[in-house]
């Protein structure tokens, strides 16, 4: 349970780690928006609707209609133009003016100041402008000369009541992302005027003060949320318009122009002043019918707005944390991943995200899609070697665990060893020569009572004897390693094979060798067994250096010497047999006499047999010659 735990926080912190940091790095990423940018035109385009507002209408000028004006004429053609407008009962009429005009505005009988002044209730003047939505204020520069004013200068209207302005940027002909002026509209926006900089206006965006103008009430339809994105009712031409000329020329068409919005503008898209814009149908949109598409989306109350970014970043964290868990568990758990719902789970996931996308957009809110995938996917890879590294990482640690804790044990072993070989080595000369000294010791201490001195060759032979003996143990609890044997590290079997290869290439063993080493079911980590191991190997050397000392020519007669190592079930047994010559029986049965001759070998392997599980040594004569050593023990050292 606390393991599981503990996974499902690394899940969480990992699902919200890695989203939050790709969400950072991704937001701005062109390619990005671009792919969001051509899912919703796709959108747009298959849910445009099949009729436009009534209440729209565009009067188209053209490129020859300005040229059959006359640049000169162009400010009081546009002028009777808009005056047959309103005479005709036009509601409202937006004026998208030249920039050029803006050289003569500032006459006092101006026929588009004049118009502005006699009908303000009336007439809605564009003011073209960049992004509404900057931090810094736009400066107003233009426009405020066609706005009329008293004999003192002061504005006779506020500019607020005449003047909305028209976003356009330039990369709009060519839109990066859905945040461009080409789809997205603000509703208000702070300017500066060029002749004050330090006074500042609010201002409505034309397509807002001509539907405040045509019908006050409608400002309950007004979104309370700014920027909102504009939507289309279908390519350039979609909305019923009218030709300049024929409105000039007095055609009966211009009995349309009642009781609507009337939009005027320049339609040809060469032109610069049409501020033309890429539309979601890929094709240049005049600037005029692009503020077509915004009114009617304000009068149908049907525009469309991005899903909040908190709401957008609270479903970037919550799938990134479910893509954790996914990975995290799977990864944990193969029998899982065998399974078809585990593979369908990301695929229900996504499509519950793509279902609820098509809801929202249906209720006019956009849920960008190719973003949060590209986090998810991002997040997936990121959590999948985040938790390779960590499970690599949890292996070494655990490696490292399991050295430290062989080691430890290794150190258990090697420490029982020591205390077990000096307790046999203090044995030996306790029972051998410290024993020897004291008969030497009385038989002195008698010579002196009798006050003879004679005969003392032979004592100091024995005292010569057991100092020899002495040297003997001394040096072997000086050859005492507190290490264990390195060629045992592969196991007992691999150990003994290992001598034997050794004591052959050097000449040491002549004999041939019969090998019968069967490899042995060691315990893994037990300080018991690897202290028993290392007995054991030294019993094998002894009873082989035997062999060589006195089976082997030319101190014997043998001509082979046979090795055999094996269990049966539980019971093990090491058996070393060489077919030299039979040894007389009290040569194993007379300690002196072994004593005498330098050695202690029989005695260690049986002392050694004493000490394992069931431990038994036996040293038969063969009857046709030669000796076995054995040595048998129960491998129980749990």
Known sequence: MALRKAWQRTALWLGIGWSLLWSLILFDLPLV???????????????????????????????????????????????????RLLDAGASVVVLNLMPNWVQTSDHVNHPIKTLVQENASRIVVVIPTSSASQSNHTEWRSYEYFLPSTDKGNPL??????????????????????????????????????????????????????????????????????????RFWGATGTFP???????????????????????????????????AVRSPFDELMPAVELQANLLASLLTNSFYRIVPLWIQNALIVWGGVAIAAWIIYGKLNRNLRRRYRYWLSPVFGLGGFGLLGLLLFSQGWILPVPFPLCVWGATAISVFISLRLGIQKDLIYQQQCEIDRLHNIEQAAILA??????????????????????????????????????????????????????????????????????????????????KLHQLTNSRELTLRVIQDIQPLEEPELNSLWL????????????????????AQPPHGKATQVKVSLNQQDRYCTLAIENDGSQLAPKTFESPTNLRMQGGYGMKFMATIATELPDGLFECVALTEGGLRVQLSWENAFN
């Open 33 to 83: 928006q671009q792919l969001d940018l051509s899912l919703q035109d796709r959108f747009i385009h298959l849910s445009r609707p099949s009729t436009t507002p009534p209440e729209i209408l565009l009067v188209a000028i053209s490129d020859s209609d300005l040229k059959s004006w006359g640049i000169d004429k162009e400010p009081m053609v546009y002028t009777s133009l808009v005056k």
């Open 157 to 230: 209207f506020s500019p607020r009541s005449i003047v909305g302005f028209s976003e356009f940027e330039p990369e709009a002909k060519h839109p990066l992302s859905s945040a461009s002026t080409a789809r997205q509209a603000n509703l208000s926006g702070e300017f500066t005027l060029s002749h004050n900089l330090d006074l500042t206006e609010t201002l409505d965006s034309a397509t807002l003060l001509s539907l405040k103008k045509f019908n006050s009430k409608s400002q309950e339809q007004i979104p309370s949320l700014s920027p909102i994105q504009i």
């Open 241 to 275: 318009r009218l030709k300049a000329e024929s409105i000039l020329s007095d055609s009966p068409l211009l009995a349309q122009v009642r009781n609507k919005i009337v939009l005027i503008g320049f339609t040809d898209t060469s032109n610069p002043d049409a501020f």
């Open 417 to 498: 060893q020591a205390q077990k070989t000096l307790h046999r080595l203090a044995a030996n000369i306790h029972q051998g020569p410290l024993q020897e000294l004291k008969l030497v010791m009385d038989r002195l201490e008698m010579l002196q009572l009798n006050g003879t001195a004679s005969k003392l060759d032979p004592i100091l032979d024995r005292l010569a004897n057991m100092g020899q003996h002495l040297r003997q143990q001394l040096n072997q609890t000086r050859a005492i390693s507190l290490e264990l044997t390195p060629k045992l590290k592969a196991g007992l079997a691999a150990g003994i094979e290992a």
């Open 531 to 550: 202290a028993a191991r290392e007995d054991i190997y030294r019993f094998f050397v002894e009873a082989i250096t035997n062999v060589m000392l006195h």
